[in-house]
């Protein structure tokens, strides 16, 4: 895929609200090599995927769970289910859930998972972070903590840098 072409296509993808189209992008992007257009369709599938309202904590919640299960599934080449996290939403709700695995003394195997794939935007406790109404000072200090102990540079609430 030349430059224009790859512009183009990233362009597409920042419009597109159709699950299908933006995974038959990202497999034809994997397939001629332009793994930037390829991350840039999953990103932005992972955005639409939510039902939630844009901008809640509860979509920013769904949104890194389709993210860790999307990429998880496509590296194993099967479809792949947070089996513990969904059912615990379904249970207590996405503030409870996001509280008690930041709460944990020990990261969730999810937090090393995104880190390891370049997505510490869309961990737990930066989705805390970027909904501090939703939380206790405790649940954010933590946040923040394990972050910085992970070596994720906090310039603002919904900015995060490595």
């Given at each position: 895929m030349s430059t224009s072409a790859a512009d183009r296509a990233l362009q597409m993808i920042e419009q597109?609200?159709?699950p299908k189209s933006l995974?038959?992008?990202a497999v034809n992007a994997r397939r001629q090599g332009m793994s930037d257009v390829a991350r840039a369709a999953d990103l932005r599938l992972y955005e639409i995927l939510p039902s939630e309202k844009p901008g809640t904590l509860e979509h920013d919640v769904w949104r890194s769970i389709h993210a860790l299960e999307g990429t998880l599934s496509s590296e194993?080449?099967?479809t792949t289910r947070l089996g513990r996290t969904r059912p615990k939403i379904a249970?207590?709700?996405?503030?409870?859930t996001v509280k008690d695995l930041i709460?944990?003394?020990e990261p969730s195997e999810g937090f090393h998972m995104l880190l390891e794939r370049q997505m510490a935007e869309l961990t737990f406790e930066a989705v805390a972070l970027r909904h501090p109404d939703r939380f206790d000072r405790e649940v954010l200090d933590a946040a923040e903590q394990r972050l910085q102990e992970a070596g994720i540079i906090l310039s603002?609430?919904?900015?995060?840098?490595r």
């Open positions: 597109c609200v159709d995974r038959q992008i194993r080449g099967k249970r207590v709700g996405e503030c409870e709460l944990r003394k603002e609430p919904s900015g995060l840098a």
